[in-house]
């Protein structure tokens, strides 16, 4: 990394420092309790002189020493810059406390308002320390340590993580004022928002990401279309025939297909078995309520992948390599994004009727009436849900393909030869 990288780095990161603090005293000025990492710190600065900027340096203090005892060795040096950052980021939030003063809505509609708005707050200064992606506060980087010794997804540590401050929180409250204290339905809210408005934030900073690492700064060599390998990938409904024609279409084209053949790669890659893979790939829940709680948006995702999200950055890297390495056909796994920027890649959505689809799932892939209909739905939904959680985009827009075929009025002889045209016209 560059000297200058690394400090427009630490000038975001910094940025996201102040932000953060700002949001967590919105947040508790809004009176409704605080955030989960700051209910302990907060509970107790009511019952003592100290403020809650030095409480939470405290608090961030024994988390790196949690860090300490279950990492032991692998602590490595750069994770004590925590220290530093601990005392700007308390010196922030008594700063923000101070500045906020003014803050103290008493009618309950705009305490909730003030609520979210601190919710927003804290998810865009989270979003600029991603961005800046030099060090994990200690809150953070204690359930990072946590979850690779229990060798738990971080977004299940991170749910046991909270909880678990706010529990002790109510503990505290309880012995020093005989009541709960600091941690009311706030805490609750912020614990499910926050993330959500980090997610939305990280995918508006793109064009920060770039300043950042300065991409522009670095020299590239200019490509053309002819040093890239011809690549057709093939997005289709259930039922759509959308695996037949892109199997046919490699046939006749004399490319090499990959579909279920990407399982075993990413498998054996990854030292998984192959009905893991088969079984979680694009089987993310749908639920709102497991993507604000288990989903984790509010640190760099290298340092907090699920197993859904390494699932994906193993396939991602799969199938780059198998475009590099030769004219290929692929199906589904987000290709065509993950492909954006091949040049000679040709982008395909296949769809059909549903009497068309539910004909197909019945006769050639041998599902019962009553199965074959819940499939249709149920697969498609799935399938959705994957693309717009790793690509911000809807899955059957037609605007994200080169071409669009319906194969109920097509056929699957007559999609086949329609798509082999458009190819030889574009990627010839």
């Known amino acids: 990394m560059s000297r200058q990288e690394l400090l427009r780095r630490y000038l975001v990161f910094l940025l996201g420092l102040y932000v953060n603090a700002l949001g967590i005293s919105f947040i508790i000025k809004a009176g409704l ?65 101070w500045s906020l003063g003014f803050v103290h809505p008493t ?3 705009w305490q909730i308002v003030a609520l979210l708005v601190g919710c927003a707050i804290l998810g865009f200064g989270v979003s600029l ?15 990072s340590a946590l979850s690779r010794v229990t060798k738990k997804e971080f977004g299940l540590m991170k749910v046991c993580f909270d909880t678990s401050l706010m529990l002790l929180a109510c503990l505290i409250s309880l012995l020093m004022f005989g009541s709960i204290e600091g941690v009311r339905e706030g805490t609750v809210i912020a614990a499910l928002l926050v993330g959500f408005f980090a997610r939305v934030f990280n995918r508006r900073l793109n064009g920060l990401r770039r300043w950042v690492s300065a991409e522009d700064d670095i020299p590239r060599p200019r490509r053309t279309s002819t040093d890239e390998y011809p690549v057709i990938t093939i997005a289709r409904e259930y039922g759509s025939g959308g695996r037949e024609i892109g199997r046919r279409v490699a046939k006749d084209l004399g490319f090499a297909f990959y579909d279920k053949e990407l399982i075993d790669l990413v498998a054996q890659e990854n030292h998984l078995k192959p009905d893991v893979v088969e079984r979680k790939e694009q089987n993310l829940s749908s639920t709102l309520l497991y993507e604000l709680v288990m989903q984790d948006f509010t640190v760099p995702i290298e340092r907090s992948l699920s197993f859904d999200d390494a699932l994906f950055v193993a396939q991602s890297r799969v199938i780059r390599r198998l475009a590099a390495q030769g004219p290929c056909v692929i199906v589904g796994r987000c ?45 498609d939904k799935a399938r959705a849900g994957h693309y717009r959680a790793y690509t911000g985009r809807t899955w059957n827009d037609a605007t994200n393909y080169d071409l669009t075929l319906d194969s109920s009025f097509w056929g699957i002889e007559g999609s086949c030869r329609l798509l082999e045209e458009a190819v030889k016209e574009k990627l010839a």
């Open 33 to 97: 309790g605080s955030s989960p990492i700051s209910s302990v710190p907060y509970t107790v600065s009511l019952g003592t002189p100290l403020t809650l900027g030095m409480l939470t340096f405290v608090l961030n203090v024994l988390l790196v020493i949690g860090q300490i005892l279950l990492l032991g060795k692998d602590f490595k040096k750069e994770q004590w810059l925590q220290l530093p950052i601990t005392v700007v980021f308390s010196a922030c939030i008594d700063l923000s406390m």
């Open 335 to 379: 290709a065509d994004y993950v492909l954006q920027d091949h040049r000679r890649c040709f982008n395909v959505f296949i769809h059909a009727s549903t009497d068309a689809k539910f004909d197909r799932a019945v006769t050639e892939y041998r599902d019962s009436g009553g199965e074959a209909m819940d499939k249709l739905r149920r697969v």
């Open 129 to 143: 320390e991603v961005v800046g992606n030099v060090v994990m506060l200690g809150g953070e980087a204690f359930v």
């Open 107 to 109: 009618d309950y509609f």
